[in-house]
Nanobody
Framework: QVQLVESGGGLVQAGGSLKLSCVAS????????MGWFRQAPGKERDVVAT????????YYVDSVKGRFTISRDNAKNTAYLQMDSLKSEDTAVYYC????????????????WGQGTQVTVSS
């Protein structure tokens, strides 16, 4: 069982930055692929970025490429999402998730989810 706790959300002006953190319980963090997803009101939960267990492979949805950076520190059992040049359309609840697969962008294949953290970007 893996428990995930996100932090770092908040209110920021357009063009600003936030860094989300996701701390995982357990001793096998490096064996899990990690993903960040987001869900805006009235919309489905969509993938934002994913990273393999080693950190060697990453994926970004087109709308955040060049603005967001996913990373992980396996020694600290923590995954990060650095968000720069934020836009109003980035406003959503952001979730981190862990998958037993090496790498996937499909939300249905993630086994564990955090409680979510709200990110609000004012224009």
């Amino acid at each position: 069982q893996v428990q995930l706790v996100e932090s770092g959300g908040g209110l920021v002006q357009a063009g600003g930055s936030l860094k989300l953190s996701c701390v995982a319980s357990g001793r096998t963090f490096s064996s899990y692929g990690m993903g960040w997803f987001r869900q805006a009101p009235g919309k489905e939960r969509d993938v934002v970025a994913t990273i393999s267990g080693s950190g060697g492979s990453t994926y970004y949805v087109d709308s955040v490429k060049g603005r967001f950076t996913i990373s992980r520190d396996n020694a600290k059992n923590t995954a990060y999402l650095q968000m720069d040049s934020l836009k109003s359309e980035d406003t959503a609840v952001y979730y981190c998730a862990a998958t037993k697969l090496v790498f996937t962008t499909s939300a249905s294949l993630y086994d564990y989810w955090g409680q979510g953290t709200q990110v609000t970007v004012s224009s």
